[in-house]
């Protein structure tokens, strides 16, 4: 029974342990706002036009803050536009390191369409090679002027 | 209690020097496969849903394969473990020297989890470094996961070796655990195809959680927030198997 005890004791630590605490913001770009420009781990769903663009803040690693986007649903419209490239996006993160600017946070992440090459990895930056490079970067400068500012 | 498990867990290692060649082959084997698999899974993957990221097959079926591989040579690995040293047939020794059978079962844990552990970071190594998959994810996260499924096939191992009465109905149930296992994982049907029920079901059973994590970080690119109740459901796996083993040996008629 101690045995088990311990057993019990040591799988709750070690499940609590794994968990990592990040705020959900839902859509409230205020509560991201916030949690953006002190780099601390938070995330945000950014709907535009039935797209569902997850943005995650990882928090701060040396000088650099940790972003990623993650394509969670894509709207009608790109869809029919696009019905292959539809399928290969969904699902997909691009990762990126910004510069912890920790008193506007916020305009590091809205310069990243621009700094793609430089700053990000993933799945989404090796389809950037390919024919999504110009539906991704309007797509996400779209996003991020609408919802950012 | 504690010494007993220490004691066992340092006869488990002596037994593990003597069967040096068979060891050797267990770690060695998987990549073995994993080098026919790197040179022959050559096709370009340009349809579905990871067209023009340049995937090769090999990179598809990665994340499917290695913990199949793992789940196979650790279970395969622990199956007779306990079963081959029950009396009258195997050694007393354990008897002689006082050791419960609570400690014989963790001792036995600790030691094969070690192996287990070793096989999953050569089968990394092997898939990730070697003979490269595609990786968009840390390497810690990938081999966290390849390391939980490598000790969930040893409990499991020594937990059929609990329930088996003798050598042969160990070494005849081991492929059939495997089997159910396989059929849930995703790996031969996917799981978005099954009825709902068997889906629900399915995508909780430890092999999918494995495929489907590596998966998600490996091709998606996904951080570990998605994948961290993977984590939880992989340990509970790995706990839960090990509670009923050690409660079966533990109060089982000698």
């Known amino acids: 029974m101690t045995l088990l005890k311990l057993v019990l004791i040591l799988l709750a630590v070690t499940i609590t342990g794994c968990s990592v605490i990040s705020q959900n913001c839902g859509t409230d770009f205020a509560c991201f706002k916030n949690a953006a420009n002190n780099c601390a781990p938070s995330r945000i769903n950014l709907l535009h036009d039935g797209n569902n663009v997850r943005l995650t803040i990882r928090g701060t690693d040396s000088d650099t803050c940790s972003v990623s986007l993650k394509v969670e649903e894509l709207g009608q419209d790109i869809r029919s536009k696009y019905p292959v490239e539809s399928q290969v996006l969904i699902g997909k993160t691009l990762n990126c390191r910004v510069n912890a600017n920790l008193s506007n946070n916020i305009n590091e992440i809205y310069k990243i369409p621009q700094a793609l090459d430089r700053a990000c990895s993933g799945p989404i930056k090796d389809l950037l090679k390919g024919p999504f490079k110009e539906i991704i970067k309007s797509e996400l400068e779209k996003t991020f002027s609408e919802r950012l500012k | ?254």
């Open chain 2, 1 to 254: 209690m504690f010494n007993g498990t220490l004691n066992a867990f340092k006869l488990e290692l002596s037994s593990m020097k003597e069967r040096k060649l068979s060891l050797l082959f267990y770690l060695f084997s998987p990549f073995i496969i994993i080098w026919i698999n790197y040179y022959s899974a050559n096709t370009l993957v340009n349809w579905g849903s990871y067209a023009s990221l340049n995937l090769r097959l090999y990179d598809l079926i990665a994340q499917r394969l290695f913990p199949m591989i793992l789940l196979f040579v650790t279970l395969q690995l622990t199956v007779l473990r306990i079963v081959g040293e029950r009396a009258p047939a195997g050694t007393l020794d354990r008897d002689l020297m006082a050791i419960s059978r609570s400690g014989m079962y963790t001792g036995k844990f600790i030691a094969n989890a070690f192996f287990a552990a070793l096989q999953g970071i050569i089968i990394y190594f092997a898939g990730y470094a070697i003979f490269p998959a595609r990786n968009y994810s840390p390497p810690i996260y990938i081999l966290g996961f390849l390391l939980l499924t490598a000790i969930f096939g040893a409990v499991t191992g020594l937990t059929v070796s609990v329930f088996s009465k003798t050598k042969e109905q160990a070494v005849q149930l081991a492929p059939i655990i495997l089997l159910i296992f396989l059929l849930f994982s995703g790996n031969v049907v996917e799981l978005n195809q099954m009825p709902q029920k068997i889906q629900t079901i399915a995508i909780n059973s430890p092999l999918a959680i494995s495929s489907e994590s590596l998966r998600m970080l490996t091709l998606d690119g996904v951080g570990f927030e998605d994948v961290q109740m993977n984590v939880a459901k992989l340990l509970i796996w790995i706990f839960g198997i090990a509670i009923i083993g050690l409660i079966k040996f533990r109060y089982e008629k000698k």
